[in-house]
Nanobody, 125 residues
Framework: QVQVVDSGGGSVQAGDSLRLSCAASGRTLDGYRMAWFRQAPGKELEFVASIRWSSGTPWYEDSMEGRFTISRDTSKNMVYLQISNVKPEDTAVYSC??????????????????WGQGTQVTVSL
């Protein structure tokens, strides 16, 4: 079974860049899809981006494309989320998730069985 641990959050100023990290372990990730979700205070969990482990093909929520970049390092079993030009509305708990890639549903939290504990990102003006 896959386990994931996310990290890299913190307090940053608007306009900064930030890279979140997700360490995966437990089994081979072939056939898996990794994703990042976020949850802002008082709001529902929101899909940010996902990546197919085998090919590295990314997928972004429409509103996230451009400032968010998901990537993976297969040699280290790591997934990253780079956030550029952060904005106050990016303030949220960001969580990494892993799930089997069944070819659809990758924007739904239900697709993912392994979740990190979440890492807080706070953006101030």
């Amino acid at each position: 079974q896959v386990q994931v641990v996310d990290s890299g959050g913190g307090s940053v100023q608007a306009g900064d860049s930030l890279r979140l990290s997700c360490a995966a372990s437990g089994r081979t990730l072939d056939g898996y899809r990794m994703a990042w979700f976020r949850q802002a205070p008082g709001k529902e969990l929101e899909f940010v981006a996902s990546i197919r482990w085998s090919s590295g093909t990314p997928w972004y929520e429409d509103s996230m494309e451009g400032r968010f970049t998901i990537s993976r390092d297969t040699s280290k079993n790591m997934v990253y989320l780079q956030i550029s030009n952060v904005k106050p509305e990016d303030t949220a708990v960001y969580s990494c998730a892993a799930g089997r890639d069944v070819g659809f549903g990758w924007t739904s939290p239900a697709t993912y069985r392994a979740w990190g504990q979440g890492t807080q990102v706070t953006v101030s003006l």
